[in-house]
């Protein structure tokens, strides 16, 4: 298949992009670097040293033998250029990774947050606007968020997208429908995702177009068969307090001898996947391509929930790393129990990567491997949900209750 990945150059993307040119596609990433110029306005870097998106192609090619192409397009600025590489090249599949994906970064400020709806929202709409225009038929996976459903304890399993509820008529009969599960993002960057889900459910409806919306958790480890391949083939991976997530942070401060950050209690269930399974579930999507029937197939793309305190308590008493019990800089709830279906990957022969496979071990060997190249003092989560909480967490800044699990 001749496949775009759009924001291939990305933690998930460049990893997405190997795997699918390894399987025989001829894969073509779409990027504006937007994340490299993310790093350089933060003043921070990933922990372990990336190549330019031309180098690290020419070294698979070199590897390989086979061709990822690069192309310099801003989705959500350039909406002819874009137009104009897919109607020369129609793509059969689409993969679209090109949007801002860090919570606390699009929290930062007014214009952080005016920058990640600008961004989200218009290269999403430009792509789907695109397509209908060129009569493209391409099958278009995106990568959304378990975020979409937020995290309130309802006492029931999340499904897959869509939920039946019974509706009362006016004449007292019970009519069903099926509706989206209702979104109840936590920060801009999850609403984007939230505005992202009603954009695929009406050009699904009004245009007929084939979509795959991926519900992602949080997306942990570095490496995957093909990055391991070479040194210049390595993945980002984020420390610093906007762009590294929970467990990958976990691991990264215990590596080098930094408190493990919990936010609040710890008492936060979130959703996981390893990167692997991640790229897994991307193919296995790519192979399942939905109908032309109007309607957006949705999978949860996750493999095991977890408490953010039970995943610190479990790397202390790994790696003996001390615990600090951090104001919260984000207005969530400090408690949530959260049950997922992740039936349709499971049928479809996903084999989940689950945290006890040694893999964490893995994960703190590539850390001290690139210690040195850590700013201890990019470490904190410093973005602030709101004035008040701004407020609470720079009044204690350091704010740190530690403790060691023994
Ligand atoms: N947290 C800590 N300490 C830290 C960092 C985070 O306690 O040092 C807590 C947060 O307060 C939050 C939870 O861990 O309760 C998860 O935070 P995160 O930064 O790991 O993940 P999140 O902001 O939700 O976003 C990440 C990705 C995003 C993706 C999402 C999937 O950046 O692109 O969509 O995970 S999900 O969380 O399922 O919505």
Redesign the pocket.
């Known amino acids: 298949m001749k496949i775009a990945v759009l924001g291939g150059d990305g933690f998930v993307g460049w990893p997405t992009s190997l795997h699918l040119s390894d399987a025989g596609h001829e894969v073509h990433i779409l990027d504006n670097l937007s994340r490299r110029w993310i790093d350089t306005e933060l003043g921070v870097q990933s922990l372990t040293p990336m190549d330019s998106i031309q180098e690290r192609t020419r070294i698979w090619h070199a590897e390989t033998g086979r061709r990822i192409h690069f192309h310099l397009i801003d989705l959500a600025k350039d909406y002819e250029l874009l137009k104009g590489w897919l109607a020369a090249n129609r793509p059969d599949a689409i993969i679209h990774f090109a949007e801002q994906?860090?919570?606390?970064y699009s929290m930062k400020s007014d214009r952080h947050k005016n920058y990640t709806v600008n961004n989200n929202v218009n290269a999403t709409h430009n792509l789907l606007n695109a397509m209908v225009e060129l009569d493209l038929d391409a099958h278009l996976i995106h990568l959304g968020?378990?975020?979409v459903y937020g995290y309130s304890t309802v006492g029931a399993a999340i499904p897959e997208g869509y939920l039946p509820v019974g509706i009362e008529t006016m004449d007292g009969r019970t009519v069903s429908q099926e509706i989206l599960y209702p979104s109840n993002p936590g920060?801009i960057?999850?609403m984007t995702?939230c505005l992202d889900q009603q954009l695929f459910a009406f050009y699904a409806k009004n245009d007929g177009l084939r979509i795959t919306d991926l519900h992602?958790?949080?997306?942990w480890g570095t490496h995957t068969e093909q990055t391991r391949r070479h040194e210049q083939l390595i993945n980002r991976f984020d420390y610093d307090?906007d762009?590294?997530?929970?467990?990958n942070?976990?691991l990264i401060q215990s590596a080098i001898g930094y408190p493990l950050?919990?936010?609040?209690t710890?008492g936060?269930t979130?959703?996981f996947i390893h990167i692997q399974d991640s790229v897994r579930c991307i193919e296995i999507a790519l192979n399942t391509p939905p109908a032309r029937n109007n309607r957006v197939e949705i999978f949860n793309q996750?493999t095991e929930t977890h408490r953010?305190r039970d995943l610190a308590e479990m790397i202390s008493k790994m790696s003996g790393a001390q615990i600090a019990w951090l104001p919260?800089p984000?207005k969530?709830a400090p408690e949530n129990d959260l049950v997922v279906k992740n039936d349709k990957f499971l049928s479809l022969g996903l084999q989940p990567t689950t945290l006890g496979e040694g893999l964490l071990a893995e994960i703190v060997d590539v850390a001290k491997k690139y210690a040195y190249r850590v700013d201890r003092s990019r470490v904190p989560?410093v973005s602030a949900w709101t004035r008040d909480i701004a407020a609470k967490v720079e009044h204690d800044p350091e704010g740190m209750r530690l403790k060691s699990v023994s």
């Open positions: 994906r860090a919570a606390p968020t378990m975020g920060s960057y999850h995702k992602q958790g949080i997306v307090g762009y590294g997530t929970v467990l942070r976990f950050t919990v936010h609040g710890g936060q979130r959703a996750m953010v919260n984000r969530e989560a």
